[in-house]
């Protein structure tokens, strides 16, 4: 079965601190990996989209990596501050025989504090 | 920005009635979803669609259908309301070239008593 795993479900850190999010998924075969952050009561946003075929993608203070042959990405987050304390999501694209499939984890919700 | 908003934000209904709730993107993307979220299930993905009156089933499809007419508009509705089906809706859009990348709406929170 395809799953993605977040853990810590929830991580507190003092402002300034860098820290690293991962996200883990049980298949190789996928077509990319896509990490949100949800502040309380709202949507998503999206973050950074990492194809298949990529190792990293950076935006800012933020940069996402990928290893498909063990399963795993991290996001890392450089010099936190209070406005990153959110819920962090990664969704993956898994492909099998031609069909796609979405799948998100549970998220890790972050608190930065001042 | 993906030009997507929802409608009702809030809705509170009775169980048993039907309820639809609308997400409209401006756009012109291809491939349209929904998705419920849930405390300690995440997100989980109901119906999408990859095309006008081209819809397909989710994970969690039982309960729900879907309707695309137009490309701006895919609507979800719950034909008989059910308290199991109270949660935050949120509609998402697939970006143009198959690359899956997904953007968001704002949500819509339903509650079902």
């Known amino acids: 079965k395809q799953e993605v795993t977040q853990i810590p479900a929830a991580l507190s850190v003092p402002e300034g601190e860098n820290l690293v999010l991962n996200c883990s998924f049980t298949?190789?075969?996928?077509?990319?990996l896509q990490w949100f952050r949800q502040d309380p009561g709202k949507g998503l946003t999206s973050l950074l989209l990492?194809?298949?075929?990529?190792r990293e993608q950076t935006s800012g203070r933020l940069n996402a990596s990928l290893d498909k042959s063990s399963g795993r990405s991290t996001l890392y987050i450089a010099a936190s501050q209070p406005g990153d304390s959110a819920t962090y999501l990664c969704?993956?694209?898994?492909?099998?025989?031609?069909?796609?499939?979405?799948?998100f984890g549970t998220g890790t919700r972050l608190k930065v504090l001042a | 920005d993906a030009g997507i908003t929802q409608s009702p934000r809030h809705k509170v209904t009775e169980t048993g009635t039907p309820v639809t709730l609308r997400c409209h993107q401006t756009?012109?993307?291809?491939?349209m979803y929904w998705y419920r979220q849930d405390p300690g299930h995440g997100l989980r993905l109901i119906h999408y669609?990859?095309?006008?009156?081209?819809?397909d089933k989710g994970e969690v499809s039982d309960g729900y259908s879907v309707s695309r007419s137009k490309t701006e508009d895919f609507l979800l509705t719950l034909e008989s309301a059910t308290s199991s089906q109270t949660s935050v809706y949120f509609c998402?859009?697939?970006?143009?070239?198959?690359?899956?990348?997904?953007?968001f709406g704002p949500g819509t929170r339903l509650t079902v008593t």
């Open positions: 969704a993956v694209t898994f492909t099998t025989s031609g069909t796609y499939k979405y799948i």
């Open positions: 756009e012109n993307h291809r491939y």
């Open positions: 298949d190789s075969a996928i077509y990319n």
């Open positions: 990492i194809q298949s075929s990529q």
């Open positions: 669609s990859y095309g006008v009156k081209d819809t």
């Open positions: 998402a859009v697939g970006l143009a070239g198959g690359s899956y990348e997904q953007y």
